[in-house]
């Protein structure tokens, strides 16, 4: 179920490509979808990486991540991955395929792991592994309900992020 969102159209910074985003942009982004759920970077579980495989986008929207939701009271790691591994980017249906595998996996209580063809970490990312990793395997949920973020972004500096909450009803439906 959605917890909280938030989307912008800042424009084009100056000095910046239009396909070029901002770190700061995106960083406020998500935090302003984290206050609209009531949420703190530590109840986010995994994020469902915008990460279209760009030099430059891959870099911004690694180290936004990694800053945002970097938590001294975080228990476990970040996950992090994104479904334009296996299925390419799909233009504007990226958002729609990035919300279809988190249902997924919400049904299957299962979080998915990226790409088999991944194999190192981005030198450009902080990857502070107390902090964030890449998905790399099948896991299981946990016992407690999850929170998952979807970052979606477009040309030209917009964006948008998404989290999504496990709905986990008292009785099962007949």
């Known amino acids: 179920m959605p917890r909280g969102a938030a989307d912008d159209a800042i424009g084009l910074a100056p000095g910046r490509y239009l396909t070029a985003p901002t770190r700061h942009s995106q960083i406020d982004l998500m935090h302003h979808a984290m206050d609209r759920a009531g949420l703190g970077a530590d109840e986010i579980d995994y994020i469902e ?3 279209t495989g760009t030099q430059v986008g891959d870099r911004i929207e690694g180290n ?13 790691p970040l996950r992090i991955s994104s479904v334009k591994s296996n299925i390419g980017h799909l233009e504007a249906a990226a958002f729609g395929s990035s919300l279809m595998k ?4 919400m049904r299957h209580r299962t979080f998915a792991p990226i790409s088999k063809n991944y194999r190192t970490l981005n030198p450009e990312i902080d990857f502070d592994p107390r902090c964030m990793h890449v998905q790399t395997e099948v896991e299981p949920f946990p016992s407690r309900p999850v929170t998952i973020g979807i970052n979606s972004f477009g040309l030209g500096g917009a964006g948008g992020h998404c989290l999504v909450g496990e709905y986990r009803p008292h009785e099962k439906r007949q």
């Open 102 to 105: 988190v249902i997924m996996m």
């Open 64 to 76: 936004a991540i990694s800053e945002t939701f970097r938590s001294d009271s975080r228990v476990e």
């Open 49 to 51: 990486a915008h990460a």
